[in-house]
């Protein structure tokens, strides 16, 4: 995986005395397209993309954006499941 794409906590961060303890960071990734099958086209190509990543999507948001050329937005919100280092 791409180090740029690592959060990065500092060595003193402890959270295992926290029942509710455990860092979940979660990526927000936005595909805009002029149609809306466009948009689902591209988030298609690129979860197949970083399927080595195994991204697991969370949640979705629908938006249409006026004056763009590219009106139909959909927000991904997913996580990584990263193998330990």
Excluded: C, N
């Amino acid at each position: 995986m791409d180090p740029d794409l690592l959060l990065e906590l500092p060595p003193t961060f402890d959270d295992s005395d926290d029942p509710e303890g455990q860092v979940h960071p979660i990526a927000r990734r936005l595909f805009a397209a002029s149609s809306p099958a466009g948009v689902f086209e591209k988030v298609r190509r690129w979860l197949e993309a970083h399927e080595a990543h195994h991204p697991r999507v969370l949640d979705v948001t629908w938006d249409q954006l006026d004056d763009e050329s590219e009106p139909y937005a959909l927000s991904v919100y997913l996580t990584f499941d990263v193998e330990e280092r």
